[in-house]
């Protein structure tokens, strides 16, 4: 049997096991109790509980605007429904970039407030402090890098990170830097798949991609995107297991039709 099919629960640990072993990790995004309990059903191994909420669910166009206010409640929303998978909490921007005292106590908060597992920070050597003072409460870090969507107005653009030799040998010093501080995982997001792949092999610790090729230990998506809910993202990476837009589209219509055709409610559906 599998390391993830023995795990009643999954832990940090499991997932090392996991890479140790080669076997693929899965992650998901969720932000509400019923999307966030037919994830944890379907045998997903992390949920992340992501900032990527102030897109799908509040209609940012960035996640810059999202608050710890908001990433608690979404948080405490995704832990009351999941049974079996890892819940990590990003931590929203602003809540641990340039103060490590700050970023410690808003880590707590998120761990107090909304019961989950484990938070994720974005960036490399310039955040390392925050993370190691995280990690000095013993709260679990998962490291982000390559694409950071919360530098969107530093980047100008979402296309591919890392492409210049520069930038990637800085990527790979930070997820060594990561690894070093005690993060026990690190998103690799839309970089170049060879230089995930150079990565996921240089650390010991568990390399989820998203846009970064085969090559890293697990792969994450937005459930939202990967549902077909939000159909105006379409990148190159992402992977539609259904068209969920449409066909909700189509049972409102035809409810609506139904209500106004007097045909909804039949004497069935009434006492």
């Given at each position: 049997m599998s390391v993830a099919g023995k795990a009643r629960k999954i832990t940090t640990n499991t997932l090392q096991e996991m890479k140790a072993v080669g076997e693929k990790i899965t992650?998901?995004?969720a932000y509400d109790f019923s999307l966030a309990k037919l994830v944890d059903k379907g045998g997903v191994d992390v949920i992340l509980v992501g900032d990527s909420a102030s897109n799908v669910m509040a209609g940012n166009d960035t996640t810059v605007p999202i608050t710890l206010d908001h990433m608690i409640y979404h948080a405490q929303c995704v832990v009351r429904a999941v049974d079996r998978a890892l819940i990590v909490?990003?931590?929203?921007?602003?809540?641990?970039?340039?103060n490590s005292k700050a970023a410690l106590d808003n880590a707590i908060r998120i761990m107090k407030e909304s019961g989950g597992h484990a938070v994720k920070l974005e960036g490399g050597a310039e955040i390392v402090d925050s993370i190691k003072r995280i990690l000095t409460a013993g709260i679990p870090v998962m490291g982000h890098l390559g694409l950071t969507p919360q530098s969107i107005?530093?980047?100008?653009?979402?296309?591919v990170r890392a492409r210049e030799d520069e930038e990637?040998?800085?990527?790979?010093?930070?997820a060594k830097l990561?690894?070093?501080?005690?993060c026990f995982a690190i998103v690799l997001e839309k970089i170049p798949a060879e230089l995930a792949t150079k990565v996921s092999e240089?650390?010991?610790?568990?390399?989820i991609g998203i846009g970064a090729g085969a090559g890293c230990d697990g792969q994450v998506l937005v459930l939202h995107d990967m549902l077909g809910i939000t159909m105006d993202?379409?990148?190159?990476?992402?992977?539609r297991y259904l068209?969920?837009?449409?066909?909700?589209e189509s049972a409102i219509n035809n409810y609506v039709d139904d209500v106004r055709s007097g045909d909804f409610p039949n004497d069935e559906e009434q006492y």
């Open positions: 992650m998901l995004t909490v990003d931590m929203p921007f602003g809540s641990y970039q340039g107005y530093k980047f100008g653009t979402y296309s990637a040998m800085k990527l790979i010093e930070d990561l690894e070093a501080a005690g240089a650390i010991s610790i568990p390399t993202f379409s990148p190159r990476f992402l992977r068209d969920l837009s449409e066909q909700i």
